[in-house]
């Protein structure tokens, strides 16, 4: 485990320097600096102490990272949903995207098209019109985007998106918790 250089990246996360560090440590720079390029060990107090100012458990430090996993994805990693009644496609650009706390997918809706409504939810919405025109219906409002528009709302209640074109209309749509 590298010590030091977990000190120094939670140091760095708070904006503070070696010097400001030790001003709330009671620790001097040197300490400090010598630490940061594990030159020198801390005690369990000045470590509990060091992780206390620097707003870390010691359950999250010693924590193993989370693996960096798969981050480009191919289009051949993508799945896509036709849904011929109600005129639209749906491409999940993440293979597995309910299972992270993001959502995002392409869709496509043809003229008089519409994605299917949805209930209530904590989830958040964010959308991007590619191409088109769309209404979003949320409860008995309604709201029109436009290509370059963006979109942002909080599920709470009924909603539901359809093409407000006579051509085809396109979206990309990232919802926090999987709701699609």
Do not use: C
């Not at 958040?124 to 979003?136: C, P, Q, R």
């Not at 370059?148 to 006579?166: C, M, P, R, T």
């Amino acid at each position: 485990m590298d010590i030091g250089r977990k000190i120094k990246n939670l140091r760095l996360q708070k904006g503070l320097t070696q010097e400001e560090l030790g001003e709330r440590t009671d620790l001097s720079k040197g300490f400090i600096s010598q630490l940061e390029r594990d030159l020198n060990s801390p005690s369990i107090e000045t470590l509990f102490l060091l992780l206390e100012v620097l707003g870390s458990s010691p359950k999250e430090f010693f924590d193993e990272p989370k693996k960096l996993g798969k981050v480009v994805y191919r289009a051949s990693d993508q799945t896509v949903y036709t849904n011929e009644d109600l005129r639209y496609d749906i491409r999940w650009l993440i293979p597995r995207s309910n299972e992270n706390e993001m959502d995002p997918v392409h869709i496509t809706l043809q003229p008089g098209g519409a994605f299917k409504e949805y209930e209530p939810s904590e989830a958040e919405t964010f959308i991007y019109v590619l191409k088109g025109k769309i209404t979003i219906t949320i409860g008995t409002k309604q709201f029109t985007a436009k290509e370059g528009d963006s979109v942002y709302f909080e599920s709470l209640d009924h909603h539901q998106i359809q093409n407000a074109s006579k051509k085809v209309s396109e979206f990309l749509l990232i919802a926090t918790e999987s709701y699609l």
